[in-house]
């Protein structure tokens, strides 16, 4: 079989790739004369076609000849390539209206594709994904925010450290005041972020204990989703209905927002289920957050003062505290300092690629020469030209007229 990672086209580019070099020649000694790997050439990619090249792989400018093909990012349509199988982040399961013209391109072109946000395993758990390292970048930029807004200490971007270790020695910069932490989410992302404020040597305390205890130093808590939303009718909480009925929850979320500085937003958020807070919560005096990192960036979502996406060049807009307006960043010491990049594992490419890619190598690749293999059907979204069975709820998005 002949594997194809193709250059990633969406502008700006992508450093990110779904194998390493590395990870290709590891592939080919577990899988003897099974895969062949061909690199197609960028200037963007983390990491260079020169270490592919070291890596034995061959660096093409065409993959036509393959039978497979990863990405990262939605494949920009003039680069799909027909009849072929493609494996990428496709964005069209939420009938994203951007990414509309992308899928129907797929079927015209008789393309089989796999979303790698679909591959789940038999008890219908994500096994591929990104999310410890947006969390990882989420939590630094936090950091980094909170440094710039204060002039407390001054770090490095993301972007700018090599890798991990390089990120792990600008937090040694970081001065921290007895300020409190609240991170929202315990999956990957929250779990990435987790990582950083441990890193940095932050203690991690309990519910009560943040709510009703004053600290010498730093300190983070971890909120679930039964934290911080109660049943409206009673104050209860259920687990199974907050997933089924989120509508019947609301939030009681301020409680801790009068207690913590930082907020760093990792937690999944459904459109019914009741927001962390409201805009108009942000001008009351005892609402003390001054720092959000909203790892999620769900635009005018759970987070309210998420009002725009941001980017690495541009990473932080204010939002004023009066008018919920966005304005620029670190103007006003009143207002809320928001970082809400959408692509935070982009900043740092190489870990964030060797990780994504040793997933592939445990779930993906094992299947790909199996005559059937559900996990691969699950997550295959077109074949043939046509919409599979799980997938025809995208059919009306497909044929809409705008």
């Known amino acids: 079989m002949k594997i194809g990672i193709i250059r990633e086209g969406k502008n700006p580019p992508d450093r990110r790739t779904p194998f390493t070099p590395s990870q290709v020649i590891h592939i080919q000694g577990q899988y003897p004369g099974e895969y062949s790997f061909y690199i197609q050439s960028s200037p963007h990619r983390a990491f260079t076609d020169m270490e592919y090249i070291h890596a034995g792989c061959d660096v093409v400018d065409d993959l036509s000849d393959c039978d497979v093909i990863f990405g990262v990012k939605e494949v920009p349509i003039d680069q799909l390539i027909p009849g072929k199988t493609f494996f990428f982040f496709s964005h069209t399961i939420k009938k994203q209206p951007y990414n509309r013209g992308l899928l129907k391109a797929v079927l015209d072109k008789n393309i089989r594709l796999l979303d790698y946000e679909v591959l789940k395993d038999e008890s219908g758990k994500r096994v591929v994904a990104f999310g410890r390292w947006a969390g990882i970048v989420g939590a630094y930029n936090a950091l980094w925010t909170y440094g710039k807004k204060t002039d407390l200490f001054d770090i490095k971007r993301a972007y700018q450290c090599f890798d991990k270790k390089e990120l792990e020695l600008e937090l040694q910069k970081v001065q921290l005041p007895p300020i409190k932490i609240i991170v929202t989410g315990s999956g990957r992302v929250g779990k990435g972020a987790k990582e950083i404020l441990d ?12 709510l009703h205890h004053y600290f010498d130093e730093p300190v983070y808590l971890v909120l679930k989703s039964s934290d911080y939303n109660r049943r409206k009718s009673d104050g209860g909480y259920d687990q199974e209905e907050f997933y089924t009925t989120p509508e019947k929850y609301e939030s009681h979320f301020l409680k801790f927002a009068e207690e913590g500085e930082i907020l760093i937003a990792s937690h999944y958020w459904d459109p019914d289920a009741p927001r962390l807070f409201e805009l108009k919560d942000i001008d009351h005096p005892d609402f003390a957050i001054s720092v959000i990192a909203d790892i999620s960036c769900d635009i005018h979502g759970s987070i309210p003062t998420t009002v725009k996406a941001s980017n690495i060049l541009n990473p932080v807009y204010d939002v004023d505290r009066n008018t919920g307006e966005a304005i620029e960043a670190f103007g006003n010491q009143t207002s809320i300092s928001v970082m809400a990049i959408d692509n935070l594992p982009c900043e740092l490419p190489r870990g964030a690629s060797t990780d994504f890619g040793d997933q592939l190598i445990q779930w993906v690749i094992p299947e790909l020469n199996k005559d059937v293999s559900p996990i691969l059907e699950g997550a295959t979204i077109a074949r043939d030209g046509d919409l599979t069975l799980e997938f ?8 809409a007229k705008s």
């Not at 890193?199 to 943040?210: A, I, M, N, P």
């Not at 025809?392 to 044929?399: G, K, S």
């Open 392 to 399: 025809m709820y995208l059919l009306d998005y497909v044929n």
């Open 199 to 210: 890193t940095l040597g932050v203690r991690e305390v309990s519910t009560h204990d943040f």
